[in-house]
């Protein structure tokens, strides 16, 4: 819904001849505040935890990483484990995976100060297919992929959605910068099918995707965060933080059910 | 409470037993029968009584038995005097010729424009759609809802928005009446155009503040609109044909002098450009909007006169089959005026109104939307009790039926066809009021008007903790309230009129508002959501307080008003962050409350007669909120805390033949929250906010520059009998209006994006600004 409306108002704008450019803003400086990054799944390489700082709106230096933090994710049956550096600000637990329905606390100690959060990891719920097509959207030409999958009737289901692109001559996966999630208040219990409008393939692309069952908390906290980033929002804010004591970021378990589809 | 009943009841008893007879009729115009709203009925050896016609034209003034003068006086009309020996009853129905140019050429003492100074209205904001006909405007579309926010109090909601914020309210705390229906959605296309066809229109009053108790619904103002009723002596049109958009008006007696209709039509056609584009999808798109307004009148019997009126509009933008978005308001209006007797005059309306959305994903097969439906009932009566007393009382209810989420599905699309929930409500109101002229210098306009509010089922009702989390869900049968709400609003204005040419006017007005919108974007949207009262969403409440100076100079050639005002706001709605307003059965539990101040000065020096007229206008005001969960609860400036707004009017008349305007606008930027900072994530750079509206937009200011060319007006010929010049106004008329909408060319910001430039990486802001110099010429006819 967010995304037509943003087309309407695009052709509108478009259409009326508007005009559009850099200027400076004088913008208060903000106390630095941590980031944490902190994702689980089931899948051993995904699960990492990032710290890092805030910065002045016009810093143009990288961000500060935060090296040195003591690291633990504990479940619900008390089954402790750390996570260790492995480079700047990111760091990673060997051998750990998490489990459908189990609650997760994540600890984290800076320079004698701890930041907690607690995450929910939900079911997995399966991709049924991936179909694509040729064709035109909105005037560009490519590739568009479907992801297709059955929603459980049983619960409230909340669904993150990603995509790794490598086209032919890439040597990596190139991810989707944009921020896909769903909920099944439209589609409870029954097949369903998005549009991975977000991005457009082309003849001979390799294409990862991930549909991720995720908590309630981090369904809002990504929405908000896709809200605000829209730019059309009355009133935009931080998301609502699962971490404690005003940190950014978020700490969240992710079901992950991955395919992978060549575009040929 | 029961002071102010008592004390009103014991007033208007005292006009029970005086014996005197009256003389009531209708006022109309001369040349088209249209009804005379607001006509002054003077008694020439009575100083300081005398009754105003009311919006059905209707007049009545009791007097003791003896001969009188009476003056019929009516702006821009000849005066009628008449001389009349009253015995008993008497029906005068009268028209009043309009004072044609040339006439006033000849009448150098034009008869007293004072009605600022002796009108116990505050606050208030009149004109007719013919007063604003050469200001410029965007795309030359005249526009009263624009033109609205030229005056001191009424700001727009944005470059080139139709909505508007009152003394520091919402957009959506306007009450906005088309022939008494409530119309909740007043923008086409986005707010750039209002749904109202000006043509079509015959009077415009907004009420700021000091509401007389007959109105109610909303906490900031009240926009009362009226169709023309059409022409009753015979056929004429009205037409104009523009760079975006055409229209006709076509007006015609039913039977003459009995009835009368009128028709009006209006449609964009921006989208005919885009048959020419080479792009299939983008052939076979659509952007326009049409509308169309019916009225029909017809007086059964002396005594009875049946209305109906309608409105309809829509938006429709599509692309190609894939994509479907349309969005409009349907409004009907049924009323009976009936003449008891020559002192009680009663108005019966039935009224329909409906707004809805629809988007329809053809790729996809489904479509989903939102509709408000009320069906209205409203019964009032105008009681001329005497020469001291006018009262007005009746009653009003209002069966809304909100539906926020309704969804169609194809089969095998890949979604279900569960709505959300509906929700009903029935608002009601009772209302008394007495106009009373205490002495010849002083005025006073009471009332009291009873609200409520019953929510009722069926449906889940959700009760929420503080976090927004459901606790508690009852289940309601249909028909059965769950939740009602009682208010009284006691509401009170009065004039001193000082001496000839200055008074002194003051006012009190508690409202409360039972519906509210739910909208999370910057610019208002079609698919913003109203929702009423509930057991989580309580009424919004305001109290205003005003005091204003009035003074005329040169003969009431400039008028100059000083205008203080100070309102309390209760129980507003507010979101919490990534609050979800569409498609969401528990977005009570998103929504935040809390409560706001609005204070301000205004100040209008107006000129109104001459070759040279307009007005300047200053504002300056704050509006202020504080909300638990927003800001930490501190106090922050609301978006439409302008401090300082000043528009500057002038139209010039070179010949009659020609006449050219300029208006001004500057004021001080909105409040917005900007970033303070920025961190990232995944690799994707995010704002990080400290704190809510604490930055502002830049200023906002531009010109728009117009000039009218008129074609010829008067066929001259020469008496053979006396060798004067004789000039005769001819049947049809034409002009054509050129016009440029931010003349300067000033980048104005709509919107600021904070962003990472894709090429550098570099975070920047980049300000989008929409209108740079927008010509536009308009040819409008009528005969």
Redesign the interface.
């Known amino acids: 819904?967010r995304t037509?409306?943003s087309?309407?108002?695009f052709?509108?704008?478009v259409?009326?001849?508007?005009?559009?450019?850099?200027?400076?803003?004088d913008?208060?400086?903000?106390d630095?505040?941590y980031?944490i990054?902190g994702q689980i799944t089931n899948i051993e390489d995904m699960n990492f935890i990032?710290i890092?700082?805030?910065?002045?709106?016009?810093?143009?230096e990288e961000?500060e990483t935060i090296s040195d933090a003591t690291i633990t994710v504990t479940d619900d049956q008390g089954n402790v484990s750390n996570f260790t550096e492995v480079s700047d600000g990111l760091y990673k637990s060997a051998g750990f995976t998490a489990t459908s329905y189990t609650k997760y606390s994540l600890s984290v100690w800076i320079n004698g100060e701890e930041i907690t959060a607690e995450t929910f990891m939900p079911g997995n719920t399966s991709i049924d297919s991936i179909p694509y097509l040729e064709g035109?959207?909105?005037?560009s030409e490519g590739f568009n992929a479907f992801l297709?999958w059955t929603d459980p009737g049983s619960e409230r289901n909340y669904y993150k959605y990603n995509n790794w692109q490598k086209s032919i001559g890439d040597n990596a996966y190139t991810?989707d910068?944009s921020i896909s999630i769903t909920e099944d208040?439209?589609?409870?219990?029954?097949?369903?099918?998005?549009?991975l409008f977000s991005r457009q393939f082309e003849l001979g692309d390799t294409v990862i995707v991930d549909l991720m069952e995720i908590d309630e908390p981090n369904f809002?906290?990504w929405?908000?965060?896709s809200?605000?980033?829209g730019?059309?929002?009355?009133?935009?804010?931080?998301?609502?933080s699962n971490l404690s004591g005003g940190t950014?970021?978020y700490f969240g378990a992710y079901n992950i059910s991955r395919d992978t589809i060549v575009i040929e | 409470m029961k002071h102010i009943l008592t004390a009103l009841a014991i007033l208007l008893s005292i006009s029970l037993f005086s014996q005197k007879v009256s003389i009531s009729g209708s006022i109309k115009d001369k040349t088209n029968g249209e009804d005379l709203i607001g006509v002054n009925v003077l008694i020439k050896e009575l100083p300081g009584t005398g009754a105003a016609s009311n919006v059905y034209g209707f007049y009545s003034v009791s007097l003791e038995p003896g001969t009188y003068t009476l003056m019929y006086r009516f702006v821009g009309y000849q005066t009628i005097e008449e001389t009349i020996t009253l015995t008993q009853n008497v029906v005068k129905n009268i028209e009043l010729s309009p004072e044609s140019e040339i006439l006033e050429e000849f009448k150098v003492t034009a008869e007293k424009d004072d009605e600022n100074i002796k009108s116990n209205e505050i606050s208030t904001i009149k004109f007719n759609p013919k007063e604003i006909e050469t200001i410029p405007v965007l795309f030359g579309e005249k526009d009263v809802l624009k033109t609205v926010t030229l005056l001191p109090g009424v700001k727009s909601a944005g470059e080139g928005n139709s909505g508007f914020f009152v003394r520091g309210g919402g957009a959506d705390q306007n009450l906005i009446l088309l022939d008494e229906a409530p119309v909740y959605n007043a923008s086409h296309l986005l707010g750039f155009f209002s749904v109202f066809n000006s043509d079509a229109l015959k009077d415009i009053n907004l009420v700021k503040g000091g509401m007389p108790a007959q109105y109610g619904g909303r906490v900031s103002s009240v926009m009362d609109i009226k169709m023309k009723e059409g022409n009753s002596k015979g056929l004429s049109m009205t037409g104009g044909i523009g760079t975006i958009s055409s229209k006709l008006t076509i007006e015609a007696p039913i039977v003459k002098d009995k009835g009368s209709f009128l028709i009006s039509a209006r449609r964009t056609y921006a989208d005919i450009f885009l048959r020419f584009a080479p792009d299939t999808s983008i052939r076979d798109s659509r952007l326009y909007f049409y509308d169309l307004n019916l009225k029909a009148n017809y007086s059964i019997s002396e005594k009875d006169r049946i209305f109906v009126s309608g409105y309809f509009g829509r938006d429709n933008f599509s692309f190609g089959e894939s994509f479907g978005f349309d969005w409009g308001n349907a409004t009907g209006t049924v009323r009976w005026n009936h003449i008891y007797n020559s002192k009680l005059f009663s108005n019966t309306s039935v009224i329909f109104s409906d707004y809805k959305y629809r988007i329809n994903i053809g790729a996809a097969g489904f479509s989903f939307g939102s509709n408000i439906r009320d069906w209205n009932f409203k019964q009032d009566f105008q009681w001329f009790a005497n020469d001291k007393h006018n009262v007005k009382f009746g009653i009003n209810a209002i069966y809304h039926t909100f539906s926020p989420g309704e969804i169609e599905v194809e089969e095998g699309a890949p979604i279900s066809d569960d709505d959300v929930q509906q929700s009903f409500g029935i608002e009601g109101a009772a209302y008394i009021m007495d106009e009373f002229k205490v002495s010849s210098l002083f005025n006073i306009v009471y009332g009291i008007r009873y609200s409520n509010y019953g929510a009722m089922g069926p449906g889940d009702i959700y009760s929420y903790d503080e976090e927004g989390d459901v606790v508690d869900t009852t289940t309601y049968s249909s028909g059965q309230f769950y939740q009602w709400y009682h208010n009284l609003e006691p509401r009170i204005a009065m004039n001193y009129i000082v001496n000839d040419v200055s008074s002194i006017k003051a006012s009190y007005a508690r409202n409360n508002q039972y519906v509210h919108l739910l909208s999370n974007s910057t610019s208002g949207s079609p698919t913003d959501i109203w929702l009423p009262c509930s057991n989580n969403i309580q009424p919004q409440q305001s109290d205003q307080v005003t005091l204003g100076y009035f003074r005329n100079f040169k003969k009431n050639m400039f008028e100059l008003s000083v205008e203080g005002y100070y309102k309390w706001l209760d129980r507003l709605i507010d979101y919490r962050t990534g609050a979800q307003t569409n498609f969401n059965d528990f977005v009570e539990g998103d929504l935040l409350y809390g409560s706001g101040k609005a204070y301000g000065v205004e100040l209008l020096f107006r000129k109104k007669k001459g070759d040279f007229t307009g007005w300047i206008g200053y504002t300056l005001s704050r509006s202020l909120r504080q909300v638990d969960g927003v800001n930490n609860g501190n106090w922050y400036p609301a978006r439409q805390d302008r401090i300082h707004d000043i528009s500057v009017v002038t139209m010039y008349s070179f010949s009659e033949r020609v006449a050219a305007s300029a208006s001004w606008v500057y004021y001080t930027g909105d409040a917005i929250t900007f970033p303070s900072g920025k961190y990232e994530m995944n690799g994707v750079v995010y704002n990080y906010y400290t704190e809510r509206n604490g930055y502002r937009m830049p200023n906002y200011h531009r010109i728009d520059l117009g000039v009218t060319l008129y074609g010829k007006k008067f066929k001259t010929s020469i008496d053979p009998d006396t060798g004067n010049e004789i000039k005769k106004e001819k049947k049809f008329q034409s002009n054509w209006n050129f016009s440029v909408y931010n003349a300067y060319a000033r980048e104005n910001a709509y919107q600021i994006n904070f962003e990472e430039n894709a090429d550098t990486g570099q975070t920047e802001a980049v300000q989008l600004s929409l209108f740079k110099a927008i010509p536009s010429i308009t040819y409008s006819f009528n005969f």
């Open positions: 819904m037509s409306l087309i309407i108002l052709l509108t704008i259409a009326l001849s508007s005009c559009e450019k850099v200027i400076l803003v913008l208060n400086e903000a630095r505040v980031v990054e990032k890092s700082k805030s910065d002045d709106f016009y810093e143009t961000f035109s959207f909105f005037g297709y991810p910068p208040a439209l589609f409870n219990g029954i097949g369903t099918g998005i549009p809002k906290y929405y908000a965060l809200q605000v980033t730019g059309q929002t009355a009133a935009p804010g931080n998301p609502i950014l970021g």
